[in-house]
């Protein structure tokens, strides 16, 4: 077995694995992948909002996305505030537990999963004490821009969002090697 710092001059192993210690010659741009970018300012807003939301309420962003969106859609299903909020479904059933448990929403009758739901008196008040938060992050983003920026921006990630489809085509996942795209 080859020892950590190896013998061989600009090799080194750890434990028997060779590993590489310079960049790959064919790699991302950081700074100009669009992606990238959207993930880490999405993050930081979550990061920030999830960590105000749990001090004030006790309560995540997964909660305030599920209070946001019956006050944009009352009678929702667990289903469709899964896809308006793009929350995996598990997350979104938990949250809606929560939130029942909480008194801050209510099903009405229907099989679970299916079940309308809304917010309640509770619910509608809990909404109103949290949205500043989640503005004051908008805010904080947004405040070098200009209205007419904002607006372009606010068009163009429309946009992108209109091509989320696409992005499960049967024929990206076969070329990526997902048996499941046959």
Known sequence: MASDLGTDPGHLYLGSAEIITEPLPNVIDSDNFTPR?????SNALVWRESRLL??????GTNDWRVISALSIRPGATSTEISEFVAMNKAVVSKSVNTLIAR????PADGPRGSRPLY????GAEMHDRMLPISLRGQEIVLSDLTEQEVAQLNALLLRLLAKTPDLSS???LAAAGDPSAS
């Open 119 to 122: 917010l309640t008196e509770s």
């Open 103 to 106: 008194g801050l929403i209510a």
């Open 170 to 172: 049967a024929a990206d």
């Open 54 to 59: 749990r001090q004030a309420f006790k309560l």
């Open 37 to 41: 970018l959207l993930a880490l300012l």
